[in-house]
């Protein structure tokens, strides 16, 4: 909250404060509630982790930095490289089972679970060929750009509260952003392949991405608007409690809008019915045509990885990210394991663990997304180009203006949110919802917590 | 002098994109075998499509002028692979309207259900692979799932899964096994509630729809002139199948038996009311409508197998005696049309009064189908080209011959 | 319509260019002198109770024996029948064409026999064509793109001849 802004205003002054300058700069700002500060007990976000080792193994600057960001990368690279080995063992079992087969049954013993080892095994063995035609330098980065650029928006996810690479107050948009970035990658495979199929792949996967991109942010904002904010870490706090509190239930804009946003996700993801950049019934295998070995599983990771990413997103914009659709960290483990154990709420085991379980919530929420992507890729055939840019702009696009405006009108005008169980808060801890980072009060709040946030916030600006 | 800028040369020098050749096979995977066709293209846009064939070329004809017509069978298993059962079967009639055979009841009614079901089989591979060519995998496991049905009845009546050389002249070369019958009711009555799991996947598919409705659409005059037959011609709303309008050699072999030829009239089709209806989209000659086209037969030939298998074991008699391998010919000439799953299968033998015919010519039905590709890819973009290609269900088996 | 009457409307209409018959064979069948051929396939195709609009096939057939002894005991001189199978989808009934060409044009072995092409009349007859060019060694006059269909562009031979000898070698490749 800004100062100067009191609760209760009317709506005119609401509109005009919607337009002074300086609103837009806020979410730059780095918030932290009351709620937020609870939690940092345990928190492994880059920068308390840095004041560990500066303060209590006494590390210079540089150190500290150097060797969180090493750490941080260690484990984000594990998640995504055995995430996709997960998945294409997980992607030809749910294949296999809607096709009337069985899929991988033999490596490992059991269900084949080692089957993507051994695939990965065999594709370091094979030839890293370079076409005569290729450029090779280009040729030889191109799948790197794309998984550099895949796994670059890990860093700003969090997997729990706090639980996060870096934590950013514009991770929405950096993760948009950087998600875009893999179209480097394939473009320059594409044009580097020296291949026509190549080519074509390329291109199509530009034009794809470029007009997808559009809807998807102004999907992105709605989720957005409801919090105020756009760190993913508040968003995902702001729905805290039953899942009642789940941005997608939150009002009819706010539903529609994420049927939209993971159609475009999936087309920004290039994965059927839209994977056109390497539809292999017409461009052969698109723009890795002439890749082979381990730069085309660099490809594959990087199309998995993504796909991880999108769902993880969609998890925390609309189903509430860590928070279980019953409340786990306010209301359910925590205060009933510290009841049993005589502890306190704020008791940095007792926040580990119920971090834990957010994390595991959220993967799991994000690995059911990834499955509803195989389930489409195996059901449906492909689209053509122009049907694909017609859906992108023809429907995506004016579905998510229209949501976005919808949504802008129920900010504007809560009571007539035909959808009122977001309204009602149930189980949510108070600190979470009241405090807001941005422009426009959802709901009444106390003079105590407006007052607790202007100071929380002038506290930051002095330092 | 200097070129200026208002110059219009210049500006279409800027604005100008390079055209394009890019070679679709014959390595390409939905180009349904070892098809090469060279597409000049506009960015995504096909201005023109150049089919180069005979990469599968294996002179099956001039193998026929050094084999006997029984030696030869086995080559026509060859050429479309997917039904060697009516290739069988075409062969065996022209050689047998050349002797002036005629064939045991009991015969007639066996071929009748063993080339049905060759046709079921044939016709779900081509929508099989259709669907991979647009792009969905399921499809092509779900035909498979059921073709593998009938190889095994195959199997079990010849030996043989793919190349069969059952048929032969003089009848086929064994009767058809105790307990046969029984298995083949039995998957015809699985099978049937199958083909709508079929139509819902593909048929009435909103995106299957968009890919297929209204592109490479072929007028009836231009199939009849290009001389596509079968399902192409009748997905052109052509009234016109040899099982009906054929030599009487040929339909004397479905005498008794009911059936309606698969095509729209008065835009309906025989069982509209039954199966999915025609989307507005569609346009009849469409894509679309050759794929009905062949799923309607699929539900047409389980019938015929039906009534084959009544009409077989009530019959009396033996199944034929193969002609004997050296046997003489008459000195002549015989041509025959059969209507193979893919269009019209011509044989054409000429014999000099030896056992070795002189010149043996195999008129194939995907060879014209083809033909006329270069006419529909035409202004399409290459998206198109593989659904175009696919909806001809071509075998380049047969093409090349 | 019965062979005798079709075969007496074509004598009718075209003469001499209707150049014999054979009404009891198994497939009853009408020679066509060369030059006739266009006008004969437009006038079957173009008539309304006739409406050949289907050409099912062209054959070229070799008549001619490689083995010296053989061929002093067959009773034709050598020469290239090309037989065209016509049909029509609207009045469901067939006809057989044939056209009787030399072997070599002028008899000077290498020169191509010479018939004038069908595909004004039926487009299917252009791939047909070309695959009797390909393999029989028949050049059609009038063709749009009279090339190789199935054998290589640069292939030597007309497979389909009776004489044909397969080459030793193709491009390194082992012939025989």
């Given amino acids: 909250m800004l100062p100067g802004v009191q609760v209760g ?260 993801v290039n994965r059927a019915p839209f994977d056109l950049a390497e539809a292999e019934s017409e461009l052969v295998a698109g723009f890795h045509t002439e890749y082979s070995g381990l730069r085309w599983s660099f490809f594959f990771m990087a199309e998995y990885g993504s796909m991880l990413l999108v769902s993880a997103l969609a998890a925390i914009l609309f189903f509430g990210g860590w928070h279980g659709p019953f409340p786990i960290i306010s209301q359910g483990l925590v205060p009933a394991l510290a009841a049993m154990t005589g502890a306190s709420v704020d008791s940095p085991v007792l926040v580990y663990l119920a971090n834990l379980a957010g994390c595991a919530n959220l993967i799991f929420k994000a690995v059911i997304g990834v499955t509803v992507m195989m389930w489409v890729r195996w059901t449906l055939p492909r689209l053509r180009i122009d049907q694909v840019l017609t859906t992108c702009l023809k429907y995506c696009v004016p579905l998510a203006a229209l949501c976005f405006l919808a949504e802008v009108w129920f900010q504007l005008y809560p009571h007539t949110n035909p959808m009122p169980l977001n309204r009602l808060q149930w189980g949510a801890p108070r600190a979470s919802i009241e405090v807001r980072e941005g422009w426009l009060p959802l709901s009444p709040v106390s003079p105590d917590d407006v007052q607790e946030a202007q100071l929380t916030h002038s506290q930051e600006h002095r330092g | 002098m200097a070129t200026r800028l208002e110059d219009p040369r210049v500006v279409e020098f800027d604005v100008r994109t390079d055209e394009m050749l890019v070679n679709m096979g014959p390595q390409h995977p939905s180009t349904h075998g070892v098809l090469r066709l060279v597409l000049r293209t506009d960015g995504e846009v096909v201005s023109e499509v150049q089919p180069h064939i005979g990469y599968l070329h294996r002179c099956a004809e001039k193998i026929g002028e050094n084999l006997t017509p029984r030696q030869w069978i086995p080559y026509t298993d060859r050429m479309d692979y997917l039904a060697g059962m009516n290739m069988n079967l075409g062969w065996s009639l022209t050689v047998e309207k050349l002797l002036r055979y005629e064939l045991p009841e009991k015969a007639r009614h066996l071929r009748v259900i063993i080339c049905e ?114 399902p192409v011609l009748r997905g052109s709303g052509v009234d016109f199948d040899l099982r009906r309008d054929g030599e009487p050699r040929y339909t004397s072999m479905y005498d008794g038996y009911a059936f309606e ?141 | 319509m019965s062979g005798p009457i079709l075969l007496d409307r074509l004598k009718a209409q075209f003469g001499d260019k209707i150049t014999g018959a054979n009404l009891e064979a198994i497939d009853p ?73 030399p072997r070599w044009k002028d008899d000077v072995p290498g020169q191509l026999p010479e018939v004038p092409s069908v595909t004004s009349v039926w487009k299917t007859a252009n791939w047909h064509e070309r695959e009797v060019y390909d393999l029989s060694g028949v050049r059609f006059i009038g063709h749009p793109d009279l090339r190789r269909i199935l054998c290589p562009e640069d292939w030597v031979g007309h497979p389909l001849r009776k004489d044909y000898e397969m080459p030793l070698e193709y491009h390194g490749i082992r012939g025989r």
């Fill in chain 1, 9 to 268: 205003q009317p709506v005119a002054h609401r509109l005009a404060y919607l337009w002074r300058a300086p609103a837009w700069g806020r979410p730059l700002l780095v918030e932290r509630s009351s709620w937020d500060r609870c939690r940092r007990g345990l928190s492994i976000e880059g920068n308390d982790v840095v004041e560990f080792f500066e303060a209590t193994l006494n590390w210079p600057s540089w150190l500290a930095w150097t060797a969180v960001a090493l750490i941080q990368c260690f484990l984000l690279i594990n998640l995504v490289a055995g995430g996709a080995l997960f998945f294409i063992w997980l992607e030809r079992k749910v294949a296999g089972r809607i096709q009337d087969r069985l899929g991988p049954t033999r490596v490992g013993g059991k269900f084949g679970w080692l089957q993507t080892l051994a695939d990965g095994i065999k594709l370091l063995a094979k030839e890293d060929i370079v076409p005569k035609e290729a450029d090779p330098f280009l040729f030889r980065m191109a799948p790197y750009v794309s998984f550099t650029a895949s796994f670059c928006g890990w860093l700003a996810l969090p997997f729990a509260d706090n639980w996060v690479g870096q934590r950013l107050n514009v991770a929405v948009f950096f993760i948009v952003a950087i998600v875009g970035l893999e179209v480097f990658g394939v473009i320059l495979a594409g044009y580097a392949s020296g291949s026509k199929w190549s080519l074509f792949g390329a291109m199509r996967e530009a034009a794809q991405v470029v007009s997808y991109e559009v809807p998807l942010g102004l999907c992105i904002v709605v989720p957005v608007m409801i919090a105020g904010s756009m760190d993913l870490v508040t968003i995902g706090n702001k729905q805290a409690g039953y899942f009642t509190n789940w941005f997608i239930f939150h009002d009819p804009a706010a539903f529609v809008v994420f049927w939209v946003y993971f159609t475009c996700a999936v087309a920004s």
């Fill in chain 3, 29 to 101: 069948w009408i020679e066509v002198a060369p030059e006739g051929l266009v006008e004969v396939c437009q006038y079957l195709k173009t008539q309304d109770d006739l409406q050949f609009n289907f050409l099912n096939c062209i054959t070229a057939v070799d008549y001619f024996e490689p083995d010296p002894k053989k061929a002093a005991k067959v009773e034709w001189k050598p020469h290239i029948e090309l037989v065209y199978h016509l049909s029509s989808t609207v009045k469901k009934h067939t006809l057989v064409l044939k056209v009787i060409l």
């Fill in chain 2, 117 to 230: 079901l060759g046709r079921i089989a044939s016709h779900l591979v081509g929508m099989g692979a259709y669907g991979l060519d647009l792009g969905t995998f399921s499809p092509f496991l779900y035909a498979f799932r059921e073709r593998e049905k009938i190889l095994d009845l195959f199997e079990e009546a010849c030996g043989a899964r793919l190349t069969y050389s059952y048929i032969c002249p003089g009848g086929a070369t064994a009767d058809l096994p105790k307990g046969w019958l029984q298995k083949c009711e039995k998957f015809l009555d699985e099978f049937a509630p199958v083909i709508d799991e079929y139509h819902a996947l593909l048929t009435t598919n909103a995106i299957f729809i968009k890919r297929t409705a209204g592109i490479g659409i072929l007028p009836a005059e231009m199939a009849i002139d290009y001389g596509c037959s079968g």
């Fill in chain 2, 261 to 401: 030829v698969v095509v729209q009239k008065d835009g309906h089709y025989p069982r509209d009311h039954k199966y999915p209806p025609v989307p507005k989209e569609a346009v009849l000659g469409d894509c679309w409508h050759r794929f009905y086209v062949r799923m309607l037969e699929v539900v047409q030939s389980m019938d015929l197998v039906r009534q084959g298998i009544e009409f077989y074991s009530r019959s009396k008699g033996d199944w034929g005696t193969p002609i004997k391998l050296n046997q003489k010919l008459p000195k002549g000439e015989a041509y025959l049309e059969t209507e193979a799953p893919r269009g019209q299968m011509g044989f054409y033998i000429v014999s000099d009064g030896s056992s070795i015919p002189w010149r043996v010519r195999a008129r194939s039905s995907s060879f014209c189908n083809l033909s006329v590709v270069s006419e529909l890819c035409r202004g399409c973009l290459i998206a198109d080209v593989p659904a175009i290609v696919g909806s001809l269900d071509i075998v380049m088996g047969e093409i090349d011959r």
